[in-house]
């Protein structure tokens, strides 16, 4: 019984660390600027929707929402693509001088330098291609940046699944492709969605390539049109956190929504 | 199927032809891919690195100048002390409280999915959002802490205007974003545990202590080593949440490599050094990373 | 290598990587992802950035109207956090990636593009700086190298081109609470900390005066016109660092002394968004700001004192000498609307439009402007005469941001300590000396 408050207290401590400051952002998304810095009123006394509407009419949030959509769903579709590819080759085949081990190493080498490392050169390379403040330049780049970890995360989960079944369909008249589409394929399906998962929360939530490589709302993201209100000549609070709840709205309900293969996909690569 | 015929098989999936071309096709579209905006970008650093560069233009060939003028540079050195400072404490606090949380939860009872619920939204949302969040908690004039402090009768808060609160600010936001990962990794790391050796010592009387002592923490040592060297890593990078919380400040307290970095190359255009200073932390986060991982596989061997 | 080789080289490079990435992603998706082209209409669009700061507020919501009614341009007008508007602007006219027509540039950011030469002359596209009409202090910041006081290396012998254009005239000027300063504006620094001091006792106010304590430009910029007042000169006609000198380290030490056991506590942390609550919200007796907050004081709905802020010259100590900075106008070579947006800048410095301006509560840049009849804010004849009486821009140097920041670091340090100004001035000065020697000032 003792035990049993105390850990309904321990919960509770919690659940107020984490979610006390998001409800003090909401609370003061719905506050006048004000009220916020004259007030310090602890929630809302007269709340409105204004700050939220000024993002869609005075800024530009609707484009942002659009970039980040549209950028996310392609970026992660084709580093999923070509990374389960690459990872199914690594698991499956033995190569000339051990070449999808390097491969695979190296990938993972890559993944250890963090991508600021690379951040002036990619900037000079999208500048090259014509591909600054473009759709195309993001995808381009979050692809690369994905493909490191989706390699890594679906090689395992290839490994995981015995390659004898696929033989044996094979030896039974299934072509490769045939046995990889009815046999492996379902069977590393929740792999594949932990990791698209994955991919889909770190790039709809990448902030510095956004920052470099946007300069306008035609390709800006969700973050970095946020960024735009975080000044501190003026700091305009209010809508800072309206951008901020609005910023995170997607991507939270997302994970959410799917927390189960989420949970999955973080903690993968550790428990192995 | 005797033994004999499968073997052939095998060797017939594998043959010549397109099959043989296969892995290598299937490899192709990856490698192309990081070798132009992984790799290429990587070599493309390392000769900027080499030059003197003056309003944005490439002036002159300096060798190794750049890396030798960091290890002289007070701001480069301050930087990294301040993000070795900020990685040791942030890690530190997360595995503990991680660990201490996966125990606490190892055993199912009511709330706890609410609680996993909730704990996973930290880390999900948006890292820039989280630093807005944390900026509306410590200003001292419409903070939340400030706005507590004075319904209770006190005073504003001053986080960020002083050098150690703000660091200390800097390391609550990262412990409060990332914590919940940690006990994830730890809780699934710990419920993947076999069963037998608790029951065992349970049977021999020991007490929950000595239990975790002698059993827990051994056996859940990968894992913990695991996520430690993959939070490290992480940590290393961090960018967004110090670019809209402190921007660095007050004074450099709060300036991690990636943000002296970015204002390096970005708002003093001086490319050539920032280039040399990117290569340089990324050598040292591989170094570290290397040596992680060795004594991993030394400690993994019995 | 010399630049046609670069050039080639860079061809090259581009072809090769371009046929990379069309193997990779195909061009029918190339072609259906890529942005589409700016569609030049006729009607005269004209892209421009900013950075987020109340003084365009009038410029948003008079003149961007205006200028499709009256002379049918299409603005679209993108702004951004001022933390990184420099660094995005530069690299976008540097690397000719063409996103913008015009840049509204924080005034010392001139000299960085004019030495990397990105930006159009002009006066070569038909404006008309000589026109008398100009505030002289203001247009001649428009030119790089500047037509007076010290060039940097490489430009002692060239000629001054027109380069930016004078946006929105604005300077540091002083706001005080009428209630605490019965008699008018304070004539020095003492003055100022003496009645603000009063004031607090009667239960006005709470501090006599803030300002801000972060980091970089802002705390330089709340220091900079006590420097100047003290009688501080911060570079000499050789950039050697002056600013150390008695009357710079005596500013310091006040700055860092008396006027923070003056202000808030956090004053250390505080940026313009809480120097401006301060004085709007009732707390502060008087600070020394740009027009940005000007603008809300006899709003009711924006402060807690509205009618008891008026708005005065800087205090003096040798001199009343404040800071100038103005948003100013350039366009990038790489512009995709060019022609454009020099028609636009023509029509807006006309002293037509500059007239609405000032009605519309800016301070304008012509000074005719500034004597229409019924101007939108009360600030603008004290701007005038500020102007008139001693504004300095700060020095003409590509490198002034991170001399800037040099010296911000130390002088945060001893705001933070509450003393050592002076001391800090001299390891600023030791820090600023180094990079400038590296950047070859003094060969």
Not at chain 2, 118 to 132: H, K, N, Q, R
Not at chain 2, 223 to 242: C, K, M, N, P, S
Request: glycine share 8%.
């Amino acid at each position: 019984m003792k035990e049993q408050v105390f850990r309904g207290l321990m919960v509770a401590v919690l659940l107020i660390i984490v979610l006390l400051p998001i409800y003090w952002m909401v609370a003061a998304s719905l506050k006048s600027n004000l009220e916020i810095t004259q007030q310090a009123t602890l929630y809302p006394h007269a709340p409105s929707l204004d700050n939220y509407r000024r993002l869609f009419s005075e800024k530009q949030f609707g484009d942002y929402l659009t970039n980040s959509l549209v950028v996310t769903a392609c970026s992660v579709a084709l580093s999923l693509l070509i990374g389960t590819l690459a990872a199914y080759a690594i698991a499956r085949f033995h190569l000339r001088f051990n070449l999808e081990r390097t491969v695979g190493l190296s990938l993972l080498t890559l993944r250890i330098v963090p991508p600021v490392v690379i951040l002036i050169p990619v900037y000079l390379l999208m500048l090259e291609l014509r591909l600054l403040d473009t759709w195309l330049g993001l995808i381009i780049t979050y692809t690369a940046l994905n493909i490191t970890f989706c390699v890594w995360m679906m090689e395992s989960f290839f490994r995981e699944i015995p390659a004898d079944l696929e033989e044996a369909a094979m030896v039974d008249g299934d072509s490769r492709f045939t046995a990889f589409r009815r046999i492996t394929l379902p069977l590393a399906a929740p792999g594949l969605a932990a990791t698209a998962i994955f991919a889909v929360i770190v790039t709809f939530n990448e902030f510095l390539f956004a920052l470099v490589l946007t300069a306008t709302p035609r390709a800006m993201t969700m973050p970095r049109g946020t960024a735009t209100l975080i000044g501190r000549i003026d700091t305009d609070w209010a809508s800072m956190a309206a951008a901020g709840v609005i910023g995170a709205l997607p991507i939270v309900l997302f994970a959410l929504l799917v927390q189960r293969h989420l949970v999955r996909g973080l903690t993968l690569g550790a428990v192995k | 199927m005797s033994v004999l015929e499968r073997l052939r098989s095998r060797e017939r999936l594998q043959g010549a032809g397109l099959d043989a071309a296969l892995p290598y096709l299937l490899l192709a579209p990856s490698i192309l891919v990081t070798l132009i905006v992984l790799v290429y970008p990587l070599w493309d650093g390392l000769r900027a690195s080499t030059q003197f560069y003056r309003y944005g233009k490439a002036l002159r060939d300096v060798g190794l100048e750049n890396y030798r003028r960091l290890w002289d540079d007070p701001q480069f050195l301050n930087s990294l002390w301040v993000t070795l400072r900020f990685v040791t404490a942030s890690v530190a606090v997360e595995t503990v409280l991680g660990l201490a949380l996966a125990l606490f939860c190892a055993r199912e009872f009511r709330g706890i999915r609410l609680l996993r619920t909730v704990l996973i939204v930290p880390m999900v949302i948006t890292p820039v959002v989280v630093a807005i969040v944390f900026r509306l908690i410590y200003a001292s004039d419409a903070g939340m802490l400030t706005a507590f402090s004075e319904a209770l009768g006190g005073s504003p808060v001053q986080i960020l205007g002083d050098p150690n609160r703000a660091f200390i600010g800097l390391v609550a936001l990262d412990v409060w974003e990332w914590t919940p990962l940690m006990f994830l990794i730890l809780l699934a790391g710990l419920q993947s545990l076999p069963v037998e050796p608790f029951e065992a010592a349970r049977v021999d009387g020991a007490g929950p202590w000595r239990v975790f002592v002698d059993h827990t923490l051994p056996m859940l040592r990968p894992v913990i080593a695991i996520a430690i060297v993959l939070r490290t890593i992480d940590a290393f990078g961090t960018f967004d949440q110090v670019f809209v919380l402190t921007r660095g400040g007050p004074g450099e307290a709060t300036r991690l490599l990636s943000v002296f970095g970015y204002d390096t190359a970005f708002k003093f255009q001086q490319t050539g050094y920032a280039a040399a200073l990117f290569l340089t932390m990324g050598l040292i986060i591989l170094a570290l990373a290397l040596a992680a991982v060795r004594m991993l596989r030394r400690a993994g061997e019995p | 290598m010399n630049t046609r080789e670069l050039l080639k080289r860079k061809l090259n490079r581009r072809k090769l990587l371009k046929a990379g990435a069309g193997m990779a992603f195909g061009s029918a998706f190339v072609s259906a992802l890529a942005a589409p082209p700016i569609a030049r209409a006729a009607g005269g669009k004209v892209i421009i950035g900013a950075f987020a700061d109340g003084g365009l507020t009038p410029f948003k919501q008079k003149i961007i109207p205006l200028a499709k009614s009256e002379a049918g341009f299409d603005i679209q007008f993108l702004e951004d956090e001022y933390g990184v508007t420099l660094e995005k602007w530069f690299a976008d006219a540097q690397n000719g990636a063409g996103q913008y027509d015009i840049y509204l540039l924080d005034d010392p950011w001139v000299p960085q593009f004019g030495a990397a030469d990105v930006l159009e002359d002009l006066g070569a596209g038909g404006i008309d700086a000589s026109d008398p009409d100009w505030i002289a202090s203001l247009i001649a910041m428009g030119y790089w190298p500047p037509r007076q006081g010290p060039r940097v290396k490489g430009y002692e012998q060239a000629t001054p081109k027109l380069i930016s254009l004078p946006f929105v005239g604005d300077l540091q000027t002083l706001t005080y609470r009428n209630d605490v300063y019965a008699n008018g504006a304070p004539a020095t620094w003492d003055e100022l900390i003496a009645k603000g001091k009063e004031g607090v006792a009667a239960g006005k106010i709470k501090y006599p005066i803030v300002f801000r304590g972060v980091s970089g430009n802002p705390i330089v910029t709340s220091w900079y016109p006590i420097f100047l007042s003290f009688g501080g000169q911060f570079f000499d006609d050789k950039w050697n660092v002056t600013f150390n000198s008695d009357a710079g380290k005596a500013a310091a030490d006040y700055f860092v002394g008396t006027l923070k056991q003056n202000a808030p506590p956090g004053v250390v942390e505080f940026d313009s968004d809480q120097e401006g609550a301060s004085i709007l919200g009732g707390e502060a007796g008087a600070i020394i700001q740009y027009s940005g907050n000007a603008l809300k004081a006899d709003d009711p709905k924006q402060t807690k004192v509205a009618g008891k802020l008026d708005f005065g010259v800087v205090p003096k100590q040798e001199k009343a000498i404040a800071q100038i900075g103005i948003f100013i106008a350039s366009v990038p070579k790489s512009a995709p609307n060019k022609a454009n947006a020099i028609e636009f800048l023509k029509w807006y410095v006309s002293p037509a439009t500059q007239a609405k301006l000032a009605e519309a509560g800016s301070i304008p840049v012509r000074r005719s402007a500034f004597g229409v009849k019924d101007p939108g804010n009360r600030l603008i004849p004290v701007a005038l005469k500020q102007l008139d009486s001693g504004a300095e821009p700060r020095p003409r140097t590509p490198d002034w941001a991170k001399v800037e920041e040099l010296l911000g670091i130390e002088l945060n340090k001893a705001l933070q300590a509450g003393s050592g100004g002076g001391a800090a001035l001299d390891t600023a000065a030791g820090k600023v000396t180094s990079y400038l020697k590296d950047a070859g000032y003094y060969k």
